[in-house]
């Protein structure tokens, strides 16, 4: 075998971060980093070019770890037959690796065990001796945003941040995932300029690009989070990304209550007949259609076709997160069959199983399931019932507070429709507390007023909505 890249101290071979590598071979460790540049650039095929690697290094256990890794973020049960094969691979030639690649070994065979907390832990430690070890930073920041872990999404980063500079490669990278982090943590200052400094490093980083959007969503910076995203288009716009920026990008146009231009982003961008669309796109398409739903616009026939494509996963129980957008597209397309096969799966899951999704499942997905389910049929009340309880646990779903959001909005809409107005008011006035500059929040305190018979703060609200939308 040829030499290999050798780490800063001079120990044997290693990444072009000075992180150790059990495979001494130099064209293996470099073509794994291009495939480690794909996921973090969500550009390109990183599975693919892993798959052309091991063809011809089958032995390259931490190309078989990174493949193995790198699917556990899908959250998809048709690729966990591929995670099992590559934690397999990986086991056999464990002999032969360092202390490193036993730990990232380790948190992918918790993960496949159900133990996604777990899986954290494992990535922590090995994050904990190689400081540099950018899959493991990336790892455990993106598990943290899906099991809802807030304040770990960003101390992640904080642990390490101090040991980077522009002198290390993938510092970009770093300072996105510190960017979502902080931003999910409300330091919204901190978290754009982080971003921001990302985007003059590497203009073409997707997940910056996110950062910075998500923060002008909770900023309620409709105008200017639109202009943001035009500017920089041409870049996010070719990633593998892109579809989940397009939702961030209708968002900033619902909150000025343009309709049609929301509709031309969902039926330009986030329809997709392809067979191969991931759950991340089927995902942000629901979530979409249920705020218009909420706003009570026809739709047409957006959520036959969308139910349609999520039937076939109506009882994979893996991810509450999933179950509950596949919900909003039978309760809303009427699919009484699929929603009663999901509740039952669900049901029998959590009273037999005892992984992560379990908690996650019990305590906010079922609920919302059914809360979806009486707000189609009308049950407002027990709509606000069944989450009246849960909102403030709502980060337990995983995700992030722009994608939550829909549990706290279909709340709101359930509680004046049910004509609990005081209720109403107060949930209208947090919303605004924390983005005051939204439209349709100001539209929520005017009509908690009306129902209340209070024409003129009614009329003060509409005011504000008003100028915001002229705005």
Not at 110 to 119: C, N, R, S, V
Not at 243 to 264: P, Q, R
Not at 420 to 432: Q, S, T
């Amino acid at each position: 075998m040829p030499s290999g890249v050798t780490s800063a101290m001079g120990i044997g071979p290693a990444d072009c971060r000075g992180v150790p590598v059990s495979y001494a071979d130099r064209d293996a460790i470099e073509a794994l980093e291009k495939a480690h540049e794909c996921a973090l650039a969500f550009r390109g095929d990183a599975i693919g070019l892993t798959d052309d690697i091991l063809r011809e290094h089958p032995n390259f256990i931490m190309a078989h770890l990174f493949k193995g890794a790198w699917l556990t973020q899908a959250m998809e049960t048709r690729i966990y037959s591929e995670m099992v094969d590559a934690a397999n691979k990986a086991e056999a030639l464990i002999g032969s690796a360092n202390d490193r690649e036993r730990g990232h070994l380790e948190a992918l065979q918790a993960w496949l065990h159900g133990d996604f907390f777990g899986a954290v832990q494992k990535w922590e430690a090995v994050l904990t001796l190689y400081p540099k070890d950018l899959l493991a930073l990336q790892l455990v920041h993106l598990t943290d945003v899906l099991l809802g872990d807030v304040v770990g999404q960003r101390d992640v980063v904080a642990r390490v941040f101090n040991l980077w500079d522009e002198s290390v490669p993938g510092y970009e990278y770093v300072l996105g995932f510190y960017s979502f982090g902080l931003e999910e943590n409300r330091d919204f200052f901190l978290a754009e300029e982080m971003g921001r400094q990302s985007l003059a490093l590497r203009p073409d980083n997707p997940y910056s690009v996110h950062a910075v959007a998500h923060v002008m969503e909770m900023q309620g910076r409709q105008a200017g989070g639109i202009r943001f995203m035009a500017d920089h288009q041409d870049r996010w716009g070719t990633s593998n990304f892109a579809n989940h920026l397009w939702w961030h990008k209708s968002l900033f146009h619902l909150d000025l209550g343009d309709v049609d231009g929301v509709l031309d982003i969902y039926d330009n961008h986030l329809r997709n007949d392809d067979p191969q669309t991931t759950k991340y796109e089927e995902l942000d398409a629901a979530a979409l259609l249920w705020r218009l739903k909420l706003l009570d616009i026809d739709t047409g026939d957006r959520w036959a076709a969308l139910a349609e494509r999520w039937e076939p996963s109506a009882q994979d129980t893996l991810y509450a997160f999933n179950d509950v957008h596949a919900m909003m597209t039978f309760v809303s397309d009427e699919r009484e069959e699929a929603q009663a096969k999901l509740l039952s799966a669900n049901e029998r899951y959590v009273e037999s199983a005892s992984d992560a999704n379990v908690a996650m499942s019990r305590e906010i997905g079922i609920p919302f399931c059914l809360a979806m389910q009486h707000f189609h049929k009308g049950r407002y009340g027990a709509c606000v019932d069944t989450l009246l309880p849960v909102r403030y646990m709502t980060h337990r779903l995983g995700g992030s507070f722009a994608q939550r959001d829909i549990i706290g909005w279909t709340l709101l809409e359930a509680a004046l429709r049910s004509r609990r107005f005081d209720l109403a008011l107060g949930l209208a006035n947090e919303r605004c507390a924390l983005k005051p500059t939204s439209m349709q929040n100001w539209t929520y305190v005017k009509r908690a007023f009306q129902g209340l018979g209070d024409r003129d703060n009614a009329a003060r609200a509409d005011a504000r909505a008003q100028s915001l939308k002229a705005a």
